[in-house]
């Protein structure tokens, strides 16, 4: 607090403070103030000394009076306080007399609730003492009626009793009975297990029980096992014998029936059994029988015998289904990948078998018009209808076996409507198909390949040749539609993707192209070989005035002209050579026309190219081959003036005889133009005959 | 001679015979012509200057006949051998017959202006006539006659149906005439190099290698050849066991002779028959061929001339066709390569055009570095 407040506080001039000094006050105001105003003052505290002296009376007066009634209340209170007193002391001695009470009751009852007590205990113990004296019999009885697992759960219930009290005498001898009887029991259990005869239930229940008598686990686990592994291995020897002599049906019953039921058993009881120890032994060990059932299934599915389609599905489907429940108790991945992987091995399988069979069908029936081409003779083959027989064979039999490849997707079947199922028969379908078209690609190709060994007859060639573009522009297209046909009804809204057609399309038209090649070089050889062997074996210096053609050139002829027969039946052309130009005669050149100049104008001609599929293209093709080879013979040999007009007569002959044959006149002529000039130039005396006169020597021939 | 840019020499008469001159170092090359009118023959010599691409020529008269096969000799450069044949109108025959000439003079560049002229006002010069070898029978056909590789006075003649083994200094010899098919004439043959007194010969589709010191038993055979007739065979210069065969079945064909049944490589380049294989002297993978579809094809065999070098030809050259030279208007029944550069061949055309030609600079050099 400042200083100036605290004198303000303490100030001895204020009437009312604490530290009022009168005489101060009284000097200040004597002389501060007039005598008035003192008088005024002197008058004003003398009424207000006056009021605070009646103020203080009453004051006084007040509390009084209080004091008064204050001090009548507590005598009243005094007097009351002593009844409570007497009260509550007759209270408390009550309570005292009700406690002595109590005790002497409680007291007089404590003997007889002991004796209720030891009369229950003593009831308890004689009960399980009984069922101790009973046991033994209890289990005998138990083990004779087969009853072993009654045996065990008493046995097992015992043992704890028998174990605390084992040194009394009376126990120890049931104890010891009891233990020869489960020593008797353990020994027949483990013979059950051991015993052929058990079924896979009564062995799991033999584990189970010796289990619980507390047979170590690995041992036992052991012997679960390999008993279980030595009765499969009987029941996959059985199997194994019967591959070769029941029908697939039979086996996969057989195969259900015993190795697949125990094998599920085994599994099943082996999990309840030791389920919390480690679980690696299982998978393995039925993985291990598992492979083996499928690879004896698939020699079964292998067999001859089964390739019905029916009953190979039949076989299947219970095989499938049996697996599908035994992978559920395996729960193992593996399993049922596997039993996926049998179903569609088995459709590929079958496609395959599909596919060989009409591959070995086809060529039996290609021997079959092989032979029949060669007894006929060339003439009256009907080319065309062998070709409709043996394409629509060809489709048929493709046809029928995606048929039969699409019983794998009835609804009724388990695998039938999954869809890695129907892309897998979509596949076998798909494998069919193609594989069957290039082999036939295949086959017809190496038969074109040209030996002097083999002795394909042309007219087969051109059938190939046609059946392959046939098959190139419609087969395939037709049999992808009949197969996404099929499919569509077999399992519907199933999306499977479009198989790429290329590779068979490339093979199909290789196929077909060295076919023709073939055909084409084939007859050209033929006709070129008979030209070449009568120009050079002939003496052309010697040789007489020509009287007509030489026989050789009308063989050459009917050689190109059946060739060119058999085409135009498979091979039509529209385009047909005028005729009227077909008379044109060459009139030869004189030898000095024989040069390069001459060939500037005249395109290169390429003997042996690859022929076109086209009759003209093919009789082209002969024609070149035959009469390239004939210029290059005669400018190998000398001729006199009458070996040169007899092959004047020749050429000419040649020349109005095939220029029906092919649409390229040209090039005819030019082979021939080629050959005659080339005679000329070898002749020592080039002198040709007058045109009109070979015309009539080749009228007469 | 630039790339692509082969050079061109015609003729006047047919041709069917050519031959590069051996033991000399110009490119030269010999052509023989075809021609049944009497006194019309000729031999050209052809050479390729090389430096200024120059071609020249000299021609020698042969007035004995037509040329069918000619040969230079391998010992001397001047010698040559040609088979003939020429008509008789007095008894309407022809008779072949095998001569050796001797070439007065190798030059054929002019070496001044004097010399030029006086080459050019000169027609056709004589060749000097060393001997005439006619056969036994006056009818019989002559294939062809080859030098022997190392006896400089042997030759060996083949004829449709025997082969007859001569020394030209005395004309005789004798015949070797094969046992069993004898139905199937000859048509043509050749030294082997590597084995120097075996003959291999061409008889239809097959080839057969007789020894002439021997008889008649085929020392080694390769059957079926060809689908088709044979044409001509060349050994491989540089490898033992290896020959290339050409037929009237478009297919270039080359064998190990040890193993016969199959080729160790077969082309189908030609449209028609192949008449001539030649294997480049100094590079084994290239081989040049000639076919009456007109063409000369070079073609490379480098997968069966792998050296277990580290360096592969295979890797650097593909098999096949290097390059297809389309010059000739009508069938080749001749090439050669020179003997003295190795990049430069002679094609011959029947419609007598000389074609000089080379291997194309890129493949020269992938062959090279």
């Not at chain 1, 039999?397 to 609804?411: G, R, V, Y």
């Not at chain 1, 030869?588 to 599929?613: Q, W």
């Amino acid at each position: 607090m400042s200083e100036p407040e605290k004198q303000n506080n303490e100030n001895p001039l204020d009437i009312d403070g604490s530290s009022f000094n009168s005489e101060m006050y009284l000097e200040c105001l004597m002389k501060c103030a007039s005598l008035r105003q003192v008088m005024d003052k002197e008058a004003e505290v003398i009424t207000q000394s006056q009021s605070l002296q009646s103020e203080m009376q009453t004051l006084v007066y007040e509390n009084y009076n209080k004091f008064i009634s204050a001090t009548e209340t507590v005598r009243k209170m005094r007097s009351d306080f002593q009844i409570m007193q007497e009260e509550m002391n007759k209270l408390s001695e009550n309570i005292n007399k009700i406690t002595t009470f109590s005790s002497n009751i409680s007291e007089s009852l404590k003997d007889s609730g002991n004796n209720v007590n030891r009369l229950c205990s003593t009831r308890q113990l004689l009960d399980k003492l009984q069922f101790l004296f009973l046991l033994p019999t209890q289990l005998n009885k138990a083990i004779q009626e087969g009853r072993y697992t009654d045996a065990v759960h008493d046995y097992t219930h015992a043992q704890k009793v028998l174990q605390k009290y084992g040194d009394q005498p009376s126990f120890q001898s049931i104890q010891t009975e009891c233990s020869d009887i489960i020593y008797g029991l353990k020994k027949s259990l483990r013979e059950r297990l051991l015993s052929p005869e058990t079924t896979a239930s009564e062995l799991a229940e033999s584990v189970g029980l010796l289990r619980q008598l507390q047979e170590s686990d690995s041992s036992l686990k052991d012997i679960f096992l390999s008993c279980a592994e030595s009765r499969l291995e009987q029941h996959l020897n059985l199997l194994a014998s019967m591959v070769d002599t029941s029908d697939i049906l039979e086996w996969v019953e057989k195969c259900n029936g015993l190795i697949l039921a125990d094998l599920g058993i085994v599994i099943s009881c082996y999990h309840d059994i030791f389920q919390d120890s480690e679980r690696i032994g299982i998978p393995e060990f039925a993985d291990k029988v598992m492979t083996q059932v499928f690879d004896l299934f698939e020699a079964v599915i292998r067999r001859p015998e089964n390739v019905g389609t029916d009953i190979l599905i039949r076989g299947l489907d219970k095989f499938f289904r049996k697996f599908q429940a035994l992978s559920e108790i395996i729960c193992s991945d593996g399993a049922s990948n596997k039993a996926l992987f049998v179903v569609t091995q088995c459709i590929k399988h079958k496609a395959t078998m599909q596919h060989q069979i009409i591959q070995v069908q086809f060529k039996e029936n290609l021997m079959k018009v092989r032979q029949s081409l060669a007894s006929k003779g060339t003439e009256n083959a009907d080319l065309k209808d062998i070709l409709n027989a043996l394409q629509v064979y060809l489709m048929q039999k493709i046809q029928a076996s995606l048929l039969d490849l699409m019983a794998f997707l009835q609804n009724n079947l388990s695998f039938g409507l999954k869809p890695w199922c129907a892309n897998a028969v979509a596949d076998g379908c798909w494998i069919v198909v193609s594989e069957t078209l290039i082999n036939i690609s295949d086959m017809i190709k190496k038969l074109s390949v040209i030996q002097t060994s083999n002795n394909i007859p042309f007219e087969l060639l051109l059938i190939l040749a046609k059946l392959c573009l046939e098959m190139q522009e419609n087969g395939v297209t037709i049999l992808q539609n009949h197969l996404t046909k099929l499919l569509e009804e077999a399992a519907p809204g199933l999306s499977v993707e479009k198989k790429d057609a290329n590779t068979v399309m490339v093979n199909l038209s290789t196929a077909a192209q060295s076919a023709l090649d073939s055909e084409v070089v084939f007859i050209g050889q033929t006709a070129a070989q008979m030209l070449r062997v009568s120009v050079l074996a002939r003496d052309w210096l010697r040789a007489p005035e020509p009287r007509g053609p030489r026989a050789v050139c009308r063989r050459v002829v009917e050689t190109l002209a059946s060739a060119d027969s058999a085409a135009s039946q498979l091979f039509p052309t529209s385009f047909k050579p005028s005729s009227d130009s077909s008379r044109r005669t060459i009139w030869s050149r004189a030898p000095s026309s024989f040069s390069p100049i001459n060939r500037l104008f005249s395109e290169r001609i390429e003997v042996f190219s690859p022929a076109g599929a086209d009759r003209a293209a093919l009789s082209n093709g002969a024609l070149k081959v035959a009469l390239k080879a004939l210029v290059e013979c005669v400018r190998l040999r000398t001729f006199s003036r009458h070996g040169l007009q007899q092959l004047q007569v020749d050429v000419h002959f040649l020349q109005q005889r095939l220029s029906c044959m092919g649409n390229d006149e040209r090039l005819l002529n030019a082979l021939l133009e080629d050959a005659l000039s080339s005679a000329q130039l070898r002749c020592v005396d080039p002198q040709l005959m007058e045109p009109s006169i070979v015309d009539i020597i080749c009228e007469r021939g | 001679m630039e790339e692509g840019n082969s050079i061109i020499y015609g003729l006047e008469h047919q041709t069917r015979a050519l031959s590069p001159q051996y033991e000399s170092d110009a490119i030269r090359f010999l052509i023989g012509t075809q021609s049944l009118k009497p006194q019309a023959n000729q031999v050209h010599v052809v050479e390729l200057e090389e430096d200024t691409g120059a071609l020249h020529t000299k021609v020698y008269k042969h007035d004995i006949g037509e040329i069918w096969h000619l040969r230079c000799s391998p010992h001397d450069a001047a010698t040559l051998m040609t088979t003939h044949n020429s008509y008789d109108p007095e008894n309407s025959q022809c008779s072949m017959g095998v001569s050796i000439y001797k070439l007065p003079t190798l030059d054929v560049i002019p070496k001044d202006v004097d010399e030029l002229s006086t080459m050019q006002s000169q027609n056709a010069e004589d060749m000097e006539l060393l001997t005439t070898i006619n056969p036994e029978k006056p009818e019989e056909e002559i294939r062809c006659s080859e030098w022997h590789p190392t006896d400089t006075n042997c030759v060996c003649i083949v004829m449709d149906g025997s082969v007859s083994v001569r020394d030209i200094t005395t004309t005789q010899g004798y015949n070797i005439t094969p046992e069993g098919r004898t139905r199937l004439k000859f048509s043509g043959g050749k030294w082997s190099p590597q084995a120097a007194h075996q003959f291999a010969v061409l008889q239809d589709t097959h080839i057969k290698c007789f020894d002439t010191r021997a008889d008649c038993k085929a020392v080694w055979g390769i059957d079926n050849a060809h689908r088709q007739l044979a044409r001509d065979l060349d050994f491989n210069p540089n490898r033992q066991f290896q020959l290339a065969t050409a037929g009237d079945d478009a297919a270039l064909n080359i064998w190990d002779y040890r193993n016969p049944k199959e080729p160790i490589f077969s082309r189908t380049d030609h449209s028609h028959w192949v008449w001539t294989v030649r294997y480049n002297t100094y590079h084994e993978q290239l081989l040049v061929t000639g076919s009456s579809d007109g063409r000369a094809l070079l073609t490379a065999a480098a997968s069966i001339c792998d050296t277990d070098d580290d360096k592969k030809l295979s890797q650097v050259l593909e098999d096949g066709v290097l390059q297809s030279y389309e010059q000739h208007e009508d069938s080749v029944y001749c090439v050669e390569w020179s003997t003295a550069e190795p990049w430069t061949f002679a094609s011959l055309s029947y419609d007598a055009r000389l074609v000089l030609s080379r291997v194309p600079r890129h493949f020269k050099y992938k062959i090279l570095l």
